[in-house]
């Protein structure tokens, strides 16, 4: 008979880049894209942004993590991890989530970029007036 893993998905979001996280019991090893986090993202501080959810609620190594990120850079695609480690963290420990809140961790963040607009060489650039 196959053993049932507990498993919890989620989604997580930041500008263009979007992140699926999922979250399952074990040794606390994060992977993205088939490759180690360490050896994803290329900055300890990037890395410490990842691992800020599991730090507040203190499920540091309880938990082996599978990403698959996709669009945006290297921090829009941090900060969509960091999102979706929240968001998985909610569905496998609900009770944490007044510390999840109140780190701002559950918020996702709504700035993207702003669209550019017709007649107009940018989203708020504008063609040099001339009055002659």
Do not use: W
């Amino acid at each position: 008979m196959v053993k049932q893993v507990e498993e919890f998905c989620a989604v997580g979001r930041r500008k263009e880049a979007s992140a699926r996280v999922r979250l399952r019991p074990g040794s606390g090893k994060i992977v993205v894209n088939g490759r180690d986090l360490d050896n994803y993202l290329p900055t300890d501080m990037l890395r410490q942004y990842v691992y800020q959810p599991l730090k507040i609620t203190g499920t540091e190594g309880k938990y082996d993590i599978l990403v698959n990120a996709d669009g945006g850079g290297q921090v829009g695609q941090t900060f969509a991890i960091r999102h979706g480690i929240t968001r998985a963290l909610l569905k496998a420990l609900p009770e944490q989530r007044g510390v999840l809140k109140a780190a701002g961790l559950v918020t996702r963040d709504a700035r993207v970029k702003e669209r550019k607009k017709y007649g107009q060489p940018g989203a708020r650039a504008r063609f040099q007036f001339s009055k002659r």
